[in-house]
């Protein structure tokens, strides 16, 4: 059975929020790195944050996630317009 257009833009806004959340987090994380290796203040913020190597490691893998999910986003808002324009010329 196939989903009806408002089943599958409803489908899209929950990915939506959730790359972007996603996002989010991987975006705050980037900045505390950035903030710790800037101020060597990082044992205080959290013990992931403790040595440099930690923080380079934390910093990688955060950027990685932000960049997939950044992509993920693309995708997503792409399908999302080519669905509003399908439903715009199918209404008129």
Known sequence: M????PDQVAILG???IKYKIIS?????????A???LMTGQGTDLH????TRGSTMELLMWAGIIDLASM???SQLSR?????S????FSSV
């Not at 989010?24 to 505390?32: G, M, P, W, Y």
């Not at 399908?79 to 669905?83: D, G, Q, T, V």
């Open 2 to 5: 196939k989903t009806k257009e």
């Open 79 to 83: 399908r999302r317009i080519i669905l």
């Open 71 to 73: 992509y993920r986003l």
């Open 47 to 50: 013990s992931a944050f403790s």
């Open 34 to 36: 950035f903030f710790v």
């Open 14 to 16: 929950r990915r939506l």
């Open 24 to 32: 989010l987090i991987a975006s705050v994380i980037v900045v505390l």
């Open 85 to 88: 324009r399908v439903r715009f």
